[in-house]
């Protein structure tokens, strides 16, 4: 199936204008019943299952460095209470920072009945 390469890879699958999709819609999301809808035309869609499986593959690689970066703020701070809340804060950035990058990199928009 040959795809329309005038269309940018957030275009609407109805109507091929931008179909206003968030940053938040790229995070990992375990609701598979999820339908979007277009700013445009009122179309429903969603991101392709390609797109949310490269989100939660970046989501588990931000979280080996996450987790190593918590370790060595938390150690730095002798176990204080403020270095643990700032390593935890700096791991979850990262899980956050690396799904959002990963799914926008692979989006795809597929269509919903």
Known sequence: MAENSSAPRTACPHCKQQA???F??????????????CVHCGGRYDVADGSK???????L???????????KIV???HNGTPY??????ACFSLFVV??????????RLVAKP
């Open 84 to 89: 643990k809340i700032l390593g935890t804060v």
């Open 24 to 37: 938040w819609h790229l995070l990992p999301s375990s609701n598979s019943r999820r339908v979007l809808t």
């Open 98 to 107: 690396l799904s959002m990058v990963a799914g926008a990199l692979t989006l």
């Open 61 to 71: 690689l931000g979280l080996g460095p996450g987790v190593y970066l918590l370790g």
């Open 53 to 59: 499986m490269a989100s939660i593959f970046g989501a």
């Open 20 to 22: 206003g999709v968030r």
């Open 75 to 77: 150690q730095f701070g």
